[in-house]
């Protein structure tokens, strides 16, 4: 009993990490158009929130990647607990748009980015290959599970009070979750103790990958993918556009993180099935099909569900690749360093699904760019994995 329990622990307490990554990743979105319509702004304006927390989240990325691999991430997550209740409860106070922006500035440094990389940290250092495909779909479900939870409470507690009393609460779920998976993690082995379990020593240094083509050719499917997950902010405006009422965005929203949660499991064995090209040549087109669905708003229903998940390739596919191309000699460094390029798609994407928005009165001209986009990324990955499993 007791050696499952300290089997599973791990992973339970990156399942956490990952439930709090929903409250920045999706449910901050819901408070894209009350926050608009009180302080009179656009949704291009808002939406480089997203951008600024995705710039100080790079920025802390490659040292928290290499702090991870040292020393572990039991005082990285303790920090990100407090640093981003700080933070939320800074957003709620905010009467102008240059405090929304330092809200999210600060909350990038260590907020969704720094425990999604924790919780794939912690499964990548305790866990072999065999184990770790299956393992991390399960955890990285824990944002789908997250995302299911606070898309239906915040909501509800925004109708009953206002959105800033929502972002206390919210600060308040942050602080939780977090600090019970520091709670849960307990004392990390020393480092040759989780390399030895995870199998590292294996593969590339940093400095050795910055030398080989495959990592830029993987830079670029990240940033494709990082760009298209941006749509994920953008869902509620664009379901009310659809003529969508609140609280039936908020049942969708719940029901499509349900599945990006279920999806996630099903990716992980996927990928222990198929091998991590071919179920990841399967997922980026399934990605690129949930575009065209979702342009179509008689559509909407089978749309969210088939971007469920697309939404979930970034912390499932991306992770596995990285280990088989590079191996897990230093991992989180380089895990670390993808992680901020990837910080590329986001950054840039925000503000222009926002802005397409406001210009045109419509999502579509982006809907339509993004299948073209993922269909190439469909083809790197294949020419990047093709002499492996």
């Known amino acids: 009993m007791k050696e499952t329990i300290r089997l599973y622990r791990p992973a339970a307490a990156a399942f956490l990490a990952m439930m709090a990554m929903a409250v920045t990743s ?122 299911m939870i606070f898309n239906m409470v915040i909501p509800a507690v925004m109708a009953e009070s206002t959105w ?38 294996l593969g590339m240094t940093q400095a050795e990958a910055l030398k080989s083509p495959k990592l830029y050719m993987l830079i670029a499917v990240i940033v494709v993918i990082t760009a298209a997950c941006g749509v994920q902010q953008q869902q509620p405006s664009m379901l009310g556009i659809y003529g969508y009422d609140s609280g039936k965005i908020s049942l969708m929203l719940s029901v499509q993180t349900a599945v990006l949660a279920l999806g996630k499991i099903g990716q992980g064995i996927l990928y222990g099935r198929l091998g991590v090209r071919r179920g990841g040549c399967v997922m980026l087109l399934a990605f690129a099909a949930a575009f065209g669905i979702l342009a179509v708003p008689a559509l909407a229903w089978p749309g969210l569900m088939v971007m469920a998940l697309g939404l979930g390739i970034y912390t499932t596919l991306l992770p596995l690749v990285t280990r088989q191309v590079f191996g897990t000699r230093e991992y989180a460094a380089i895990w670390g360093m993808l992680a901020t390029c990837g910080s590329l798609g986001t950054i840039v994407a925000n503000p222009i699904w926002g802005g397409i928005c406001d210009l045109t009165g419509s999502y579509t001209p982006a809907m339509l760019v993004f299948p073209a986009l993922l269909g190439i990324a469909a083809w790197l990955l294949n020419k990047l994995l093709k002499d492996l499993r």
């Not at 990647?65 to 409860?89: E, P």
């Not at 602080?175 to 989780?194: D, I």
Request: with cysteine.
């Open 164 to 201: 800033r009393a929502a972002m206390v609460v919210m600060a308040c779920c942050w602080l939780g979750v977090v600090g019970l998976s520091v709670l849960l993690l307990g004392r990390e082995a020393p480092m040759e103790q989780r390399g030895s379990a995870a199998g590292m020593g």
């Open 26 to 147: 999706s449910t901050l979105s819901f408070f894209l158009e009350p926050v608009c319509a009180e302080l009179g702004i656009g949704k291009g304006s808002f939406s480089l929130i997203f951008s600024l927390m995705t710039i100080s989240g790079a920025a802390t990325n490659p040292v928290l990647g290499r702090i991870a691999g040292k020393k572990g991430v039991r005082g990285i997550l303790a920090v990100c607990a407090v640093w981003g209740w700080g933070s939320l409860l800074l957003f709620s106070l905010a009467k102008q748009l240059w405090m929304i922006y330092l809200a999210g500035f600060l909350l990038g440094l260590f907020g969704s980015n720094c425990v999604a990389l924790c919780g794939n940290v912690i499964v990548q250092n305790a866990y072999d290959p065999r184990q770790a495909s299956t393992i991390l779909g399960i955890v990285m479900s824990g944002s789908g599970v997250g995302g």
